[in-house]
């Protein structure tokens, strides 16, 4: 167990429909990651909140936003769905600002699967 | 932006033998990750690599952090049943504030025939 929760674990929803995912970092986190991964794909990162704020931006559509609130849990939020939407979203934490010589690693969360049909 | 490539997207090795996957990135990294996905799993993280040449094992598994800082590989000696999964190597991302995130090779995927 990472520590990092995600809701829902599965998701099933038509096009054109819009939907939010939702994230719990580990205790004490305060970076939140969102990456994409489709099938036979990599981890595309999304983006990434510190303590709050927007810190970082991937290949994020314009058709997704995410935000982190105070508790630091953080939302993905998904609208108006295409069937190429349809991956695994991962959402990780990390203490600091991963990536620095010292900042150690990301948490992964088990996922959500998101199908649109 | 900053772009990590990993080779082989696939390995098909028998159970025994040793695997190798390779990380390349177009630009000098201040350190590198490598992360393990099983099949239906999230991605956990092996190991960290900071120093240029630097070599870090774990039982069976080594990792290595080229001298030029670009590239990287991880090495695994008489593949088991359970090393079955996808290899991630990861590179920090940069902004003009600084190390956010990391941005993922598109891994290796082992698989192993009994």
């Known amino acids: 167990d990472s520590g990092v929760t995600q809701t829902p674990k599965h998701l099933i929803t038509a096009t054109g429909q819009r939907v939010t995912l939702r994230c719990s970092p580990r205790?004490?986190?305060?970076?939140v990651y969102w990456y994409q991964q489709s099938l036979d794909q990599g981890l595309q990162f999304l983006i990434q909140?510190?303590?709050?704020?927007?810190?970082a931006k991937g290949n994020i559509l314009e058709r997704f936003s995410a935000q982190q609130f105070p508790d630091l849990h953080s939302e993905l939020n998904l609208s108006s769905l295409e069937l190429g939407d349809s991956a695994l979203y991962f959402c990780?934490?990390?203490?600091?600002?991963?990536?620095?010589?010292?900042?150690?690693?990301?948490?992964f969360g088990e996922g959500s699967r998101l199908t649109v049909l | 932006g900053q772009q990590v490539m990993q080779i082989p997207q696939y390995q098909h090795v028998q159970e025994g033998e040793d695997f190798t996957t390779y990380c390349n990135s177009s630009t000098t990294l201040s350190n590198i990750q490598w992360y393990k996905q099983r099949p239906g799993g999230h991605p956990v993280f092996l190991i960290q690599?900071?120093?240029?040449?630097e070599v870090k094992k774990q039982k069976r598994l080594t990792f290595q952090f080229g001298e030029a800082k670009k590239n990287s590989s991880l090495h695994i000696t008489a593949t088991q049943t359970t090393d079955v999964g996808t290899y991630f190597c990861a590179g920090p991302m940069y902004s003009g504030g600084g190390a956010d995130g990391l941005t993922f090779g598109k891994g290796t995927h082992l698989i192993i025939q009994p």
């Open positions: 690599l900071v120093k240029s040449g």
């Open positions: 205790s004490g986190d305060l970076s």
């Open positions: 909140y510190y303590n709050g704020e927007e810190r």
């Open positions: 990780a934490s990390s203490v600091g600002l991963a990536g620095g010589p010292n900042t150690g690693e990301l948490f």
